[in-house]
């Protein structure tokens, strides 16, 4: 890529702070860890037509998503975000101007985390717009890894599951940010901006849970991986899954989105029974709902509203 | 993407090592960095119709040079590369097999090099393939830096210039490897399968030299960069700029893909006069050649072998 756009997004994004010895624009950047000598290393990658639409306009939400799914990760385990690495494939329809403003997302995401963009790679893209973050962060003394449930944990979640699969289906509608109404809004905005829970995984972190992971592709799947790993079953309860009265008044089958759905972004942990009121008194104002247990026999259920009880159907897959 | 193709890929790659604490497989990896706080961050990505095509056929040497590539940036750093985290989007029209062709590619290169593959994301495509590596090192005491070039310095090069390139040219071609001649198929490899100068960059780093990045753009370009970043100038002396002699036969301008010509990932630096014996002797049997100085005059320029001088062009575009 030309060096005057690079030099362009090198003047938006927070290169430098006490830890960051070298920022962009050397062959690597030279990160200090001195405090932990524990990496937690993450990447996740976004295209256009899988994961989000040209047609959207939301280039700047676009940049502040890119930077939080992987916060979320951070999250996830106990962390604290520290730097992220930035690559991007711009295909020769988007103007300067709608990559500068993704770059302004990316960084406003940062300052928020008070972390820095180290570095990254600025690439001409044959066709689709492609943004790829790699993110560091710095352990806490304890990291719940998705291995740790234990039978007779009580599987719960932070916040409420469903809004941002639903939010997809608003904007594949074709309805825009400021058209939407205020119920419509709030569901689209869980969609294009997740909020990563870092304080939320830190305090829990601490409890400590058992195992925790973000919901990237919607509690069915991402339980499911929790369960494996763990060499455990769950049984969730269809009563207690926590969901928004406005994805309740708009999505035709809220249940099922809160399931099924992906990218809420949420905190899906395992917590001995005894912890569970401690946890959740500590995560306050942040909603905190236990929404069933693990089991011994290696199944992941849903027990239905009235009584049936099915087999967790699986989650998310993008378009 | 399904768990099914991300299981047989976590099967290839090298996943854990003493320092991996927690690799692939949860919401991020945990790497201790204990014996050195600084780490080295670094990302690079491909995308198939800009740096390589799929009719190349190359696979393997596609996913080797994802990470060699990375390689190279910390090894121009003089650090020692530790952990990456491994990207991919892959289209509908790839077959798994040459997917985990990629993947073998990246696995022996992490192998030959003792870092392992930490995490990454595994994507479907809209469109074309692409891969982004983020790559972790941990930092020697000292790590050159392209700011640091000084009035006087000699400016060298290790290996050899231009190969890359005109193997690119042979490429576009339509050669294959395994129909070019001896001399060909020297050049194409010097492409499809760069060598990250680890040690050299390590020695040199020791020496110290003043000023080091790797080439990725060609020298006409790269060395701009350092010039720009030290506030100084340069004059390289065309006859001593170091060609194949399979590249003298082959290429219609060797001088011109020497210059010009990207992806040599060799290492660029500048060094005090009287250290360059020592840095010479240290490197052998690396070829590392004095090619010019470092002026006060801000200009970078070429002395022709006709005694003419005049301002270096600049490098290497992809496709």
Redesign the interface.
Known sequence: ME?DLIQKIKDIVPTCDANT??GI??????????NN?????????L?????FRRSWGEFYLLGKKAVMQNIS??A??G?TPV?A?????VPPNYAESEILEIYRGISDAAREHSITI????T??????L?I?V????S?GDT?P???GAKVGDIVAVTGVLGNASEGLRLLEQGIKLENATKEERKLMEAQLLPVPRVNAGRILSKIPVNA???ISDGIGRDLR?ICT?SDVGAMLYEENIPIDDDLRSIAENPIQSAISGGEDFELLVTIDEDKFETARRALLPLNFTAIGKITADKQVKLQRKDGETVELYEGFS?F
């Open positions: 060096d010895i070298v624009g050397d062959d690597t950047a030279v990160i200090n860890f001195k000598p524990n990496i937690l290393a993450t990447a996740d990658m295209m256009e037509n899988v994961h990760d951070i996830a385990m962390g730097s690495l930035v690559s991007i494939a180290s570095g990254g790679d690439i001409k893209s044959s066709d689709k492609v790829s790699a993110m560091l962060g352990a990291y890894l998705r291995s925790m992971m973000d991986r790993m993008h």
